[in-house]
């Protein structure tokens, strides 16, 4: 390592004025003089003054804090000045000496690294302290006071790769297309050169692909850097057993199942990847973290070790919402992780909403959801699913049970499709008439979602299509309903950022009409789910039926929110939205009906387990735009 205890950019410091004698004196001699001050003025006003400003001195004189950390370069002062831990200390009142020469020897790596990553080989580094050369200074014995520290960097000329050789390769091995000959010779090239080397031959199966020997040469007279590497693929390996430790409830079969390590295929790194998260996925582990064994078995087969922490078994939760229109919401759920040891969850929830409400009446659900990972694949998951509802709208009654039964195939790390057959009977009452009535339900459903955060997403999108083909059990009544949902988020500015988000809905009820339908499948606007500032589901189609003039829900509807989410401070935002819906009297939207649209403001404050949401929202078309308002309370984004 370079260093050097002479300092051309060393300058003087300047002389300082205080009490008589030319040079600042150590503490026991201050001490010396106060005592000789107070003997020979003890009587007088004078000699007060002058006790304080000695005692002053003193003080000034033995003061840690009077360290400055200076840096004199001739380049790349940015990336030298984040790479030196001393620059670091000048944000730190509570340092002492002896943090400071700690500081200093091993800064002088520091730099050298920071050069070396900046392309230049032929630099010098000098660390004085009060004028002495810090390598020479041993950290327990460290000046007290310190004043000065400087740091002078001459960088040198910039290095270019000269002959360059990472070998062998496989064919699809790609480098850094900075590491070629000529080019500024960056020491996180090289890194990155070899580390793709070695990543190319591992994909192919050759999991211990390692540097035999490496040459790194500088040429001062040609300012090159000459680069030699020599790697061992070692045999192609097949990946043997999975060994499971850490467990306790789940059986070790059951984690290879859902882990669905391919053992005896060849090795490949991310089978590894999709293995760990197969396992997280499941929400019964808090941790699963799978790691290679450090040395092949016979037969050229790798053995993985899974390490393993499951979570608690059970969970319970509470959620409340108020809407000044709709009422307030309550629900509750209960969660088993590991119902029958092999991972599978079962969760309950409960949910009452229209409470004090003044849209309809209240409504009730109790609803079960079981799940099996790792059934006929790693990447299919079982699911039965039951429901007893009510619910009571101003336009209609509706008791319903249902159970449905299907699969969940997750295709990529954030798309999943789902497919399931469900039964659902219920009884009705509305301006329609009464009727009982039974459908075999074919859901079918397909997400995707590339959102950074699912909970208060900032950047990226989400997009929900689900198709729900329906058949009555006497073959009367036969249709299909649709539903799409995609929202997008996009964020400027890093100080006080802005992100504007947005959603559109799309919904579509195509073979039966309005007098077959089930009138939950038909559609209405409103409310804090569509468009707030209107009141919930005050947006359908009105008819006369017998000479009464009722409203039903349509057989098509288009949404839109658009929100402006401004941060006040890390915690707070302030939200402004937009909110439009239109119900159509056919399946084809926009075709055929009526519009409304809402406006608002809201705040929101960030906690752990998402943001509390406060929405104030009026009408922004009708005859009563602008003339009520409606207030939302909830814990989550709207959207």
Known sequence: MPQ?????????RPRRRHFPGSEWPSGKTCVKVIAKYIVQ???GLQALKKIWLLIGAVVYATSAGAQTVQLETDQIAGALDDASLLRGLNDKPDAVPQDFVAAARADYRRLLTALYAAGYYGGTISITIDGIEAAQIEPLSAPDPINDIVITVIAGPLFAFGDLSI????????????????QPARSDQIRTAVNAGLTSWRDLGFAKARITDQSIFARHVNTALDVDIKLDTGPKLRFGTLNVTGNRTVSDDRIREIAGLPVGEVYAPAEITRAERRLRRTGTFDSAALTEAEQARPGDTLDVNAQIAEAKPRRIGFGLELSSLEGLTVSSFWLHRNLLGGAERLRVDAKITGIAGETGGTNYSLRSNFTRPATFGPDTELYIRGAVSREDEPDYLIDQIGVEVGFTRVLTEDLTAEAGVGLLT???????????????TLPLRATLDRRDVPTNATAGYFGDIRVTPFV????????????ADARGFLTFGETRPVT?????????????????APAD??????????????PYKSLGIDRIVNGNAITTGGTSFTGAQLEARFAVTNNIALVGFYDVGHVGDTAVPLEDGDWHAGAGIGLRYNTGIGPIRLDLATQASGDNAGENLQVYIGIGQAF
Do not use: M
Not at 4 to 12: A, G, N, Q, T
Not at 528 to 533: A, E, F, L, N, Y
């Open 521 to 534: 499948f038909l559609f209405y606007s409103g409310g804090g789910g569509t468009v707030r500032g209107q």
């Open 426 to 440: 219920a009884r009705e009452k509305g301006g329609l008439g009464d009727r009982n009535y039974t459908l075999l």
């Open 472 to 483: 009555s059990i006497d073959g009367d009544v036969t249709g299909a309903r649709f539903f």
């Open 41 to 43: 003025v003890a009587g």
């Open 167 to 182: 070998a062998p390769l496989p064919p699809q091995a790609v480098l850094p297309a900075d590491f070629t000959t000529g």
């Open 4 to 12: 050097h205890s002479f300092c051309p950019f060393s300058r003087k």
């Open 500 to 516: 504007l988000a947005a959603r559109a809905q799309l919904g579509s009820l195509a073979g039966a009409g309005v007098n077959d």
